[in-house]
């Protein structure tokens, strides 16, 4: 049985660096063509299409359905690689397993969040053109993001620019760092669970 989640395990492996080829190549636009860019495609469209007609998590240029897609792909190697490993089933593991595979989620949006917060900060501080498609791009996702973390923390009160984005940052800094040390004392409390 090991042997078979192992397998399981290792070809989940690698349909997920499939999809993460196939990802870079969408980049890349017409850039890489031919046969094996199409075959790559016939393999990985369904499933990221699926993802995409259930969650339609598409934010201006961004679509997040191919992280839940990938997110997805990584808990079910992670469950076939424990089931390979320990040769054992717990309902305290599957939990440690999923509740990482969330946070993977979770803190994977916090860290974009953080990294558009500080491109609009660099552009803010360099008077760069917002006009430019780029940074109009991070503007347009930058604004309803500060605009909602600002009212949670501040409420109604009008705050400088410049220092919402500062306390903004330091917010996601806080979930990002209080989020991983709690999710991995949850995960090993968990674990640790009698079968």
């Known amino acids: 049985m090991r042997f078979i989640f192992n397998i399981l395990a290792v070809l989940t492996g690698i349909y997920s660096l ?5 990802i870079i190549f969408s980049w890349l636009g017409g850039m890489v063509s031919g046969k094996p860019v199409e075959i790559l495609s016939q393999i990985t469209d369904p499933y990221l299409d699926w993802w995409r007609q259930k969650l339609n998590l598409r934010i201006g240029l961004f679509d997040f359905s191919v992280i839940a897609a990938i997110v997805s792909l990584s808990l ?5 690689s424990m089931l390979s490993s320990a040769g054992r ?3 305290g593991s ?4 999923i509740l990482v595979s969330l946070w ?3 803190s994977f949006i916090v860290g974009f969040c953080m990294i558009i917060i500080i491109l609009r900060a660099f552009a803010y501080l360099t008077n760069r053109n917002i006009y430019n498609p780029f940074w109009s ?5 930058s604004q309803p993001l500060m605009f909602s973390l600002k009212r949670i923390i501040f409420g109604k009160r009008i705050v400088n620019y410049l220092n919402g984005m500062i306390v903004c ?4 800094a806080l979930v990002m760092f209080g989020g991983r ?3 991995n004392f949850l995960a090993g409390y968990f674990y640790r669970l009698p079968v």
């Open 104 to 106: 993977t989620i979770v």
């Open 18 to 22: 499939l999809i993460f080829i196939r």
């Open 89 to 91: 089933f717990s309902i």
């Open 169 to 172: 940052f330091v917010l996601l």
């Open 76 to 80: 079910l190697q992670s469950v076939f």
């Open 94 to 97: 599957l939990l440690a397993v």
């Open 137 to 141: 791009a991070i503007e347009s996702i």
């Open 181 to 183: 040390f709690l999710i």
